[in-house]
């Protein structure tokens, strides 16, 4: 597992660069001038010049970038050019919002999208697999704006069981904080349902029908031991990297849900922050987001090479 975790981690590091480069190029070609949208549009050119220099604007790209990687892998990620605020702390608490709200919609659709996408997969061609699958499939296609809608109308609005701001007061419980943030997860896991459950599916169909499986069941062991000691284990490890590659999307692509609910994500920061053309901020919560992503991935190759020793021996 050592070597493997290394192994790992020498592909991650080199990817995490590389996203670095892209998200500094992207964020220098993205339109707008800070200093016009700090002064305004009235603001002379010798104004905007001075401005520009004063935040550093105007050195090389090559010098802007070498300082703004070293000082985030420090943890010094400048201030903020429009809140005129430090950038850490500030994106540090979107990102303790994203994670919670990821966090209960992740709670509250695995086990259930696990226990259905098996169910399933043991049930195959059957009336039951194909409305599991046929209701998997039909939330997946639904966009999680469209989604978001009907749930903040009915739930929200007609119903009045939510908040349809899903900001939970300062000084909140545990038990009002989930309840707040119930309703813009529900698109989040009606997006997730149809991923997990058609995934396990899948892994539960192909594992049951190998060789080592039949020939456990000829040797007259329990289905039940078969499905819960042999099946399970080897069915669940592509769900497991599913799972891993969207807590990247559920910390830091959720716009429309963030914006739909008006909630503090790091979704909604890195919109406005290249709406304003705030680089500081737009840069580090990118970066964040990506090594997010790709740890939680990391997480995920770590846990199936856990469960299954012939991934990290192949490797």
């Known amino acids: ?19 670095s480069v892209l998200i500094f190029a992207l964020a220098e070609i993205v339109p707008g001038d800070v200093a016009r949208t700090i002064l305004g549009p009235y603001a002379t050119p010798e104004q905007a010049a001075a401005l520009r220099h004063q935040l550093g604007a105007d050195r090389p790209v090559p010098v802007r970038y070498a300082a703004w990687l070293g000082s985030f892998v420090i943890g010094r990620w400048g201030d903020s050019m429009v809140l005129h605020r430090p950038v850490r702390p500030f994106v540090l608490a979107r990102l303790q919002n994203s994670l919670a709200l990821a966090l ?9 999208s696990l226990g259905l996408g ?3 997969g043991l049930n195959e061609d059957r009336p039951v697999d194909t409305a599991i699958s046929l209701i998997g499939l039909s939330l997946t296609a639904i966009p999680e704006f469209v989604s978001g809608v009907i749930v903040l109308v009915v739930f929200g609005v007609r119903l009045g069981w939510f908040p349809i701001i899903a900001q939970p007061p300062p000084g909140a419980g545990p038990l009002e904080r989930i309840h707040d943030l119930l309703l ?6 009606l997006v997730l349902f149809g991923y997990i459950a058609r995934m396990a599916r899948a892994g539960m169909v192909e594992v049951m029908a190998s060789g080592y499986i039949r020939t456990a069941v000829l040797k007259g062991l329990p289905l039940r031991y078969v499905i819960l000691r042999h099946a399970l284990r080897n069915a669940l490890l592509p769900t497991i990297t599913v799972i891993g590659s969207q807590v990247g999307w559920l910390v830091g692509g959720l716009v429309v849900v963030e914006t739909l609910f008006t909630y503090p994500g790091l979704g909604k920061l890195i919109y406005d922050s290249a709406v304003g053309h705030d680089v500081p901020v737009l840069e580090a919560t990118a970066l964040l987001v990506a090594a997010i992503f790709m740890l939680s991935n990391l997480a995920a190759d770590l846990l199936v090479a856990l469960l299954n020793p012939r991934v990290r021996y192949s490797d």
């Open 118 to 120: 098996i169910v399933a």
């Open 104 to 112: 209960i919609a992740l709670i509250c659709v695995v086990p259930i």
């Open 184 to 189: 813009p997860s529900i698109p989040l896991m």
């Open 1 to 19: 597992m050592a070597r493997f975790l290394l192994r790992r981690l020498g592909l991650v590091l080199p990817a995490l660069w590389l996203v």
